[in-house]
C-alpha cells in the first residue's frame, strides 16, 4: 500500500516539476524558430532573433535601466531594513508589535493596490514619474523582506559577544560596526540578492509608475500587446536565464550560510 | 617611510591606536558623537528608534491614508481656488453600474478557485517531498522547483501563452494524437488565466505546505496505523488535522497574491474575464481626473480581500480547536 503511494506521489511530484519547466522550456526553444509567427511546430531554426535584439538599442537601453532600478532599490531597502530590524528584533518596547505590523504592511498589499497607492502617494511627495519614483517604490516594496530575513539571522547572534566587546571597551556603535554587523553580512547578501531579483521582476509598480521609459518587464508587456513575435521570446530568454542563474546562485550561497 | 619605521612607530603608538577602529574612537568628530549618542540609554533607543518609526509611518501606512484621504475627496488633484470637499460618492458609484461590481466578484471568486486548485495541486506535492524523501534529496528536490520561481512574472505568463495558444504546444499535441481536428481555443478565457495564476503563486501555496508536513513527527502515523486506521483514515484523521495551519497561511498568501494581478488577467484573459485589478488600473490610464474613484475602488478590494481572509483564518482556527479536543 505505502509503496504504491510512494510511487503513486512521485509521479504526482514529476508531473509537477513539468508543469513548471516545460512552459519555460517552449518558451525558450520559440526563440529559435526560424519564422515570425510564434506557434508549433518549428521547422527550422535560426539565431537571428538573439543576434537582433543584442543590437537592439531599445531592449539594450530598458535592459540597463531594469538593472540600475535593481540596484538602487536594493541598496535603499538594505539600509533601511537593516536599521528596522536591529530596532525591532530582541527588545521589547511600547509599540513595538504596531511597528512590526507597520512593517510587513507593504508586502501584504495586493500588487495592483499598492502600485496604486505609491502612485498617488508620489503625486503628494510631488515625485514625477520615472526612475525615482519606480526606485523609491520598489525600495519600500521590499524592505519587509530584509527586515525579516536580518530579524532571522539576527536572533540567532550569541548575546555574549556583544556584551565581550562592551566589556572590552566598545561603545554600542563600534560594538555595531565590529560584531553584529559582521554577523549580518550572509543574511544581508541573500536579502540583496531576494531584492534584486524582485525588483528586476517587478512589473506593476514599474508599469503605473514608470515614465516615458519602460523597465524590461514593462517593454516585454507592451510588446506581447501589440502582437507577438520570436523576438520576445529572446528578450524574455535573456531574462530569465540571468533571474535563474542569480536564484540558484543566492540558494546556494543561503545554504552554505545555513551550514557555517 | 621603511617598514622598520612603521612598525616602530606603531609600536610606539598606545595599543588602542594601532588598528583602524582604534584610530577612530580616539578621533575627536567620532569620540564627540559617541558621547552624544550614548549619553543615557533613553537617548540612544530615541536615535535608534526615530528613522525606522518615521520611516514605517512615511513610507508605508502614508501611502495607504493618502489613498484613503483621495478616494473621500470630491476632486482631485485640487484646481486651485477651489475648495475640496469630503464625499463617500465615489464608494456609492461602485455600486451602481453593474461594470464594477461585477469585476470584482468575479475577481473574489476566480481568486478562491484558483487558491482551492493550487492547494489541490501542491499538496501532494508537498506531501511527497516531506514524507517520502530522504532528508538527503530533500533540499535538491525542492530546489527543483524553486528554479523556475525565480523568473519574473510577465515571462512566465508569456510562456504559458504559447503553451495554450491556438498553435501553442497543447493543441498540437493534442492534434498530433488524433484527439482534435481543429485546436481548442484555450486562450482568453477563465481557464488560461486560471492555468497562469496557478502557475505563478504555486511556490507560495508549496512551501507552507511543505514546512508544516516536515514539522508533523512520522510516530504520529505510526501509532494511528497500530490503532488499525487505514490510509485514507490516517490522511483524514491525523495529517489533514495537524496541517491545517500550513493550509491556512498558503492560502491566506496566494489568495491575496492573485486578487492583485494586473499583468497576467490582461495577457491571458478576455473580456469576459475582466478582473477588478484591470478595472482600478483603467482609472489611472486616462487622465487624473478619476484618481478618486480608482482609489475608492481599491479600498474597496483592500477590505474586502483583507476581510475574507481574516474570517478564513478564524473558520480554520475554529477547525483546528475543534480537532484537538
Redesign the interface.
Known sequence: MTRHNRILLSCVYWAFVAYVFIPLILMVMMGFKDSKFIGFPIKSWTLDWYTGVMGDAETLTAFGYSVAIAVLSTVVSILVGTWIAVLLEGRSFWGRAAIFGMTVLPALIPGIISAIAFRIYARLLGIEPGMGAIIWSHAVHNVPFVVLVVMARLSTLPKSQIEAARDLGADPLIAFLRITFPYLVPAIMGASIFCLLLSFDDFVRSFFLGGYEPTLPVLIFAKLKSGMSPEINAIATVALILTALIGVWAERFTRRMNKD | MTYEATARKDSAAPASERTF?GR??GWGPYMA??TF??ASPRR??LL??I???L???T??????L??LR?SLTDAY?VAPGVEQHLTIEHYLKFFQDQLFWQPFFRTLSFATVFTFCTLL??Y??A???AR?VSPKNR?L?L??????????????T??????L?????V??VLKWLGLIDRPIPFMYTSFSMGVGIV?LT?LYMLLPLYSALEKLPKSYNEAAADLGAG?WTRFRRVTLPLTLEGISSGCTLVF??S?????TP??LGGPSTTVF?ET??GF?HVAGDQ?PT??AF?II??VA?LLLTASFQKIMTLLRKGDTR
Not at chain 2, 495558444?165 to 504546444?169: E, L, M, R
Request: net charge neutral.
Open positions: 577602529w577612530l574612537s558623537l559617541a549618542v550614548t540612544q533607543f535608534l528608534a528613522f525606522p518609526v520611516w514605517v509611518l513610507q508605508h501606512v502614508g501611502p495607504m493618502q489613498m483621495v488633484p495541486l501542491t501532494p506535492v506531501y511527497f517531498l517520502h533540499m528536490l530546489l527543483l522547483l524553486l528554479i523556475p520561481f525565480w523568473v519574473g512574472e510577465i515571462v512566465r508569456f510562456a504559458i501563452m504559447i503553451l495558444g491556438n498553435t501553442g504546444a493543441n498540437l502557475y504555486a490510509a491575496l497574491i486578487t492583485g494581478f494586473y499583468a490582461v495577457l485589478a482600478i488600473g489611472f484618481w480608482g482609489a481599491a478590494m483592500f480581500a
